[in-house]
């Protein structure tokens, strides 16, 4: 039945809608907080891998130092030290609270590509330790500098390559591939080991899955990496399959810049 509305229940009903609207906004921020909290742990976790494999490899060397010079080099034994105290300073970065870390950073610089590709091969070599394996470089990157960041490319190719090696059994091959396709950077990882499961493929580049059925199952960070590196470099990765072993493939676009006249 239509019926008249008084002034008070008019100033009640506003009331009550000020009241809604403003549950509703604070609903929305708590939901934006608990995303940037979430997004911040995970890029944390991301520090943290990385900083591992680096500390991972610098153990590796002290450990053939060792068997060249001996156990009781102080040098050496201050430089293991180093590398723990590194490790604890990583773990640390779990309890920063920096709003600023939840982007990479972009630094592009004109670069030659192709010796720091052969350097990158080199750095495979060592990475994969006692294990056997078979690591080939195809270099077919241009001779001419490109404008672009070699640091989060490294970053990227490193922790595929990693995921390869950690992957693979003796005797096994990783062939890792760099070349220039009009715009664009285009380089590939690729192994004959035990392949992806295929109820991983769709999940491969979240944070926390991890691939690996034996040996020491790691974080499952390094697709989360290498995905938010190439983003930051305005390209893309992808996961080829094969009909043994694994292959991913990154796509960079880049500008190659002419050296420049010098002004006088």
């Known amino acids: 039945m239509p019926?008249?509305?008084?002034?008070?229940?008019?100033?009640?009903?506003?009331?009550?809608?000020?009241?809604?609207?403003?549950?509703l906004e604070l609903r929305q921020l708590v939901h934006e907080q608990r995303k940037l909290f979430e997004e911040r742990a995970i890029l944390t976790d991301m520090i943290m891998h990385d900083a591992s494999g680096i500390v991972a490899t610098l153990r590796w060397g002290f450990t053939?130092?060792?068997?060249?010079?001996?156990?009781?080099?102080?040098?050496?034994?201050q430089c293991q030290k180093a590398g723990d105290e590194l490790l604890r300073l990583c773990e640390s970065v779990l309890n920063t609270n920096d709003d600023h870390s939840?982007?990479?950073?972009?630094?592009?610089?004109?670069?030659?590509?192709r010796p720091w590709f052969d350097s990158l091969g080199r750095r495979a070599e060592r990475m994969q330790?006692?294990?056997?394996?078979?690591i080939e470089l195809v270099n077919e990157l241009p001779e001419q500098p490109i404008d672009t960041d070699v640091h989060l490319l490294e970053r990227i190719i490193v922790n595929l390559v990693r995921n390869a090696i950690q992957a693979c059994s003796s005797g096994s091959k990783v062939v890792i591939s760099g070349r220039s396709e009009k715009s664009a950077l285009v380089f590939s990882?690729?192994?004959?080991?035990?392949g992806v499961p295929g109820e991983l493929v769709d999940?491969?580049?979240?944070?926390?899955?991890?691939?690996?059925?034996?040996?020491?199952?790691g974080a499952g960070l390094g697709l989360s990496i290498c995905?938010?590196?190439?983003?930051a470099l305005g390209g893309s990765i992808e996961y080829l399959p094969r009909e043994r072993g694994t292959e991913f493939v990154v796509v960079v676009p880049t500008v190659q810049k002419e050296k420049s006249a010098a002004v006088g």
Request: hydrophobic fraction near 40%; charged fraction near 35%.
């Open 3 to 23: 019926r008249t509305v008084s002034k008070e229940e008019i100033r009640i009903l506003e009331t009550l809608a000020q009241a809604i609207e403003t549950q």
């Open 64 to 77: 053939l130092l060792e068997k060249e010079i001996g156990d009781e080099s102080v040098t050496l034994i």
């Open 102 to 113: 939840r982007a990479l950073t972009v630094e592009r610089e004109l670069e030659a590509l």
């Open 129 to 134: 330790g006692d294990a056997e394996i078979t």
């Open 189 to 194: 990882v690729a192994d004959n080991g035990p």
């Open 203 to 217: 999940r491969l580049f979240e944070p926390y899955v991890s691939s690996r059925r034996s040996g020491p199952q």
């Open 227 to 231: 995905r938010l590196a190439a983003r």
